[in-house]
């Protein structure tokens, strides 16, 4: 798992919602989210704007990006 998908997995099982779950809410298939959480494909920016909008959080916190 690639460390974007271990972020968005640990996202979403702590706020206890299934990929399906989120897959409606954000407009996508559940097999979408498990293919990007195991590292098998990577979120297009509209997606990533989408799996931030669903959390909450600004881009910078859903990537797990710090400053330095």
């Known amino acids: 798992m690639c460390k974007f998908g271990k972020r968005l997995n640990g ?4 706020e206890g919602v ?3 779950q989120m897959a409606k809410h954000i407009g996508m298939s559940a097999g ?3 293919n990007l ?10 997606v990533l704007i989408d799996i931030a909008d669903y959390f909450d959080m600004s881009l ?3 990537v797990g990006r710090e400053r330095r």
Do not use: W
């Not at 996202?11 to 702590?14: A, E, N, S, T």
């Not at 959480?37 to 509209?46: L, T």
């Open 32 to 34: 979408t989210i498990a």
């Open 37 to 46: 959480e195991n590292g098998y494909s990577k979120p297009s920016f509209d």
């Open 11 to 14: 996202l979403r099982v702590k």
């Open 18 to 20: 299934t990929q399906r």
């Open 60 to 62: 910078d916190d859903l």
